[in-house]
Nanobody, 113 residues
Framework: VQLVESGGGLVQPGGSLRLSCAAS????????MAWYRQGPGKQRELVAS???????HYTDSVKGRFTISRNNAKNTVALQMSSLKPEDTAVYYC????????WGQGTQVTVSS
């Protein structure tokens, strides 16, 4: 199983980034896909998730700013992030969950002027 994140980087406050995660080795369509993040000195937290049926959950701090989406034909999940704040700075991880949770290696997002 491989989950490969891309799209991280340095962005100014108020800017946007789009993270993408490409999955292989799993039956993608039956997995709940999610994005977690871990900021410096913080615990890892769930940012957003999307079930196989398309149900979506966001943590309160990103509602209205982040959008999660999945493409079952391409085995990808994306996280569109806008109105970024310095407190969004973190390593962002993609996960795939069914009975086992698989993790990607993470991608760094830094929001700073």
């Amino acid at each position: 199983v491989q989950l490969v994140e891309s799209g991280g980087g340095l962005v100014q406050p108020g800017g946007s980034l789009r993270l993408s995660c490409a999955a292989s080795g799993i039956i993608f369509s039956i997995h709940t896909m999610a994005w977690y993040r871990q900021g410096p000195g913080k615990q890892r937290e769930l940012v957003a998730s999307i079930t196989s049926g398309g149900s979506i959950h966001y943590t309160d701090s990103v509602k209205g700013r982040f959008t999660i989406s999945r493409n079952n034909a391409k085995n990808t999940v994306a996280l569109q992030m806008s109105s970024l704040k310095p407190e969004d700075t973190a390593v962002y991880y993609c996960t795939a969950d069914r009975l086992i949770t698989y993790w990607g290696q993470g991608t760094q997002v830094t929001v700073s002027s």
